[in-house]
């Protein structure tokens, strides 16, 4: 007899976890807006017994996760930094985190302006260098963080490598997927041990709700993490649980468009005389863009590119975007415009900002699912003032 196929990521997205409702059949998983569940007698706890600890909905939400994830374990946050403080606090003081020295601004507040405080030390390598890797890595080595693409720069890890150097040290390996979301890149797939997300971004989709994810295979990492999870609080609400399940159904069919839209304006954006750069590893000009088609089945709505000359130019080009609208964040249905120097990364050295390729000529973008040609058109319009 012929097996059917595992199902694939469209089929995943719809269904993972969410089956018909056992109570009343409902096709949609259900808001299970209820801080309690009753116990069905003395010391006979149902499959839920307080919503901190489990929630129907939101193991819905986490089932999925791990389904396109390609895990076994899901865990979902209230925020995407709720996530990373409880993987962090797997940790103890005199541990050791060697991290990619170009990573979002606000993981890099939390580990020098909380996690050093308490003793946990942190090493700033480029991962791209494995040699360098190799050397940070010391007795009390717990794990390596990774990003790939890193925000804002756009620089890629080779995650394979540098997991096999982890396993063969005896570390951890953890990946932020957030810029790719599971749809064009899987860290586990590739021997990542826990995958990261904000799925304030692309899995949600609508700029309209935050939250956050860990998605681990090692059943010991898991329960690990669950016990945290719980002990913190910093488990998902279920009606954000509702609405990131939500866009998770369209995840697929967005990530095409975001994907299409970003390469054909970084493709534009190249060409025009007024920028310098740009940093999409889709260009194949980016240095690292064999990797990418190497490890990456696409390469999402988010780059960066800069101008010729300095903020002063900038500055005009943000103030006369139209359809671009200037706000943190990315991943949305919208498209997006912000400035790494003075908004996301604004409270990282401006030093080591600099050390990390972030400068004030910088200019970061989230291409949404508008039409290309009037995403074209408003960036033009705007290149015109500058």
């Not at 005896?170 to 957030?178: E, H, R, S, W, Y």
């Not at 369209?250 to 007024?274: F, G, Q, S, Y």
């Not at 999402?300 to 900038?314: K, P």
């Not at 103030?319 to 991943?331: I, K, P, Q």
Request: glycine letters at 10%; aromatic letters at 8%; proline letters at 6%.
């Amino acid at each position: 007899m012929q097996k059917h196929p595992l199902p694939r990521f469209k089929t995943l997205a719809i269904h993972a976890g969410q089956g018909p409702d056992p109570g009343f059949g409902a096709v949609m998983t259900p808001i299970y807006q209820t801080s309690t569940f009753a116990f069905k007698g003395v010391n006979q706890p149902g499959p839920f017994d307080y919503s901190r600890s489990g929630n129907p909905t939101r193991k819905a939400l986490e089932d999925c996760l791990a389904a396109l994830e390609g895990g076994r374990f899901g865990f979902a946050f209230g925020t995407g930094m709720a996530a990373e403080t409880t993987l962090l606090m797997m940790f103890s003081p005199g541990d050791h985190l060697v991290v990619h020295n170009d990573l979002y601004g606000g993981t890099y507040r939390l580990l020098t302006g909380i996690l050093a405080d308490k003793q946990i030390e942190a090493s700033y390598v480029d991962l791209r260098d494995l040699e360098a890797v190799e050397q940070a890595v010391r007795p009390g080595t717990k794990a390596i963080w990774i990003e790939s693409p890193t925000n804002p720069c756009m620089n890629l890890v080779d995650m394979a490598a540098v997991a096999g150097l982890a396993k063969r040290l005896g570390v951890l390996t953890i990946c932020d997927n957030t810029f790719l979301s599971p749809y064009f890149q899987n860290p586990l797939a590739l021997g990542v041990d826990i995958v990261l997300h904000s799925t304030t971004k692309y899995i949600n989709g609508h700029s309209d709700v935050v939250g956050g994810a860990l998605v681990v295979n090692s059943a010991p990492l898991a329960e690990r993490i669950g016990y945290l999870q719980n002990a913190l609080g910093t488990c998902e609400a279920p009606f954000d649980c509702f609405l990131v399940l939500r866009g998770i159904k369209t995840l697929a069919v967005r990530m095409e468009e975001h994907n299409r839209n970003a390469l054909a304006i970084a493709r534009w954006l190249e060409a025009h005389p007024k920028v310098a750069r740009v940093h999409h590893p889709g260009l194949e000009s980016h240095p690292q863009h064999n990797l990418a088609r190497k490890q990456m089945r696409g390469y999402g709505g988010t780059f960066s590119f800069r101008l010729h000359g300095g903020q002063e130019e900038v500055f005009r080009l943000l103030g006369g975007v139209r359809l671009f609208t200037l706000a943190e964040s990315l991943g949305g249905v919208e498209s997006l415009i912000e400035h790494p120097w003075t908004m996301t990364h604004v409270s990282v050295p401006a030093d080591v900002r600099e050390a990390m390729g972030i400068t004030p000529e910088l200019i970061r973008v989230s291409v949404g699912i508008e039409d290309v040609e009037d995403l074209i058109a408003d960036l033009e319009q705007a290149l015109a003032g500058v």
